[in-house]
């Protein structure tokens, strides 16, 4: 099992829609969440960190933590053409010594 | 404030040969970890050192080394390259290991012929 699994896609919404990702983990000792997206050719950019169970939002973005469950989730709302990219989930795994560890990634595609 | 530096940019080595990457962080970010990224693995995580000491290793064989100097600023080094070790390697910094974002560099694309 991988410890941070995310589903490839690719995930097609059209424009204005919600788009949801998700994000699930294998460490319970993971505490720090940690959305990234990264455009084709270009290096990750961190959206948003979560490490408390619940929601956090930042303005089109909302990112949900489970930890029972062990299930984090990016919402982004108003979805645009320009949010077409792929969305990493990492975890931080404390019982390994700090390590960030990615998911496969999301491939999103918002369509006019 | 400037991000994080890595260079070169680009690269193509010859298989058997050696390569040092490098890693500028952002000031004051004392972590900087190292990943590779390919198509089909996705980002994978190759060391993480922390104030000049290593920290973390992923797994990943001997040939891929690291060093973190004085000033933060971090190299990666892969001996003896392969067709498989063609990639984009990327490097993070961060203020410490503990609930603090990680930014990346723009990476280096490796190619080996």
């Known amino acids: 099992q991988k410890e941070v699994e995310q589903n490839s896609g690719p995930l097609s919404v059209p424009e204005g829609a919600i788009a949801s990702l998700n994000c699930t983990y294998s460490?319970?000792?993971?505490?720090?969440f940690f959305w990234y997206r990264q455009y084709s050719g270009k290096s990750p950019e961190l959206i948003m960190f979560i490490y408390s169970n619940g929601d956090k939002e930042d303005g089109r973005f909302t990112a949900q933590l489970n930890k029972a469950s062990q299930y984090v989730s990016l919402l982004i709302r108003d979805s645009q053409p320009s949010d077409s990219a792929t969305y990493l989930c990492?975890?931080?795994?404390?019982?390994?010594?700090?390590?960030?560890?990615f998911g496969q990634g999301t491939e999103l595609s918002v369509k006019p | 404030k400037a991000g994080v530096t890595q260079t070169p940019r680009y690269l193509i080595k010859t298989r058997g040969q050696q390569v040092t990457l490098s890693c500028s962080p952002i000031?004051?970010?004392?972590?900087v970890s190292w990943y590779q990224q390919t198509p089909g693995q996705g980002l994978q995580f190759l060391f993480e050192?922390?104030?000049?000491?290593?920290?973390n290793k992923g797994n990943f064989p001997g040939r891929f080394s690291g060093r973190q100097f004085s000033n933060s600023r971090s190299e990666m080094n892969v001996s003896t390259l392969e067709l498989g070790d063609s990639a984009l390697y990327l490097c993070?910094?961060?203020?410490?290991?503990?609930?603090?974002?990680?930014?990346f560099g723009q990476g280096t694309r490796l190619t080996v012929v």
């Open positions: 993070a910094s961060s203020v410490d290991r503990v609930n603090t974002e990680a930014f």
């Open positions: 990492a975890a931080l795994l404390y019982n390994q010594g700090g390590k960030l560890i």
């Open positions: 050192y922390f104030s000049e000491t290593q920290r």
């Open positions: 000031s004051g970010h004392r972590s």
């Open positions: 460490d319970r000792g993971s505490q720090s």
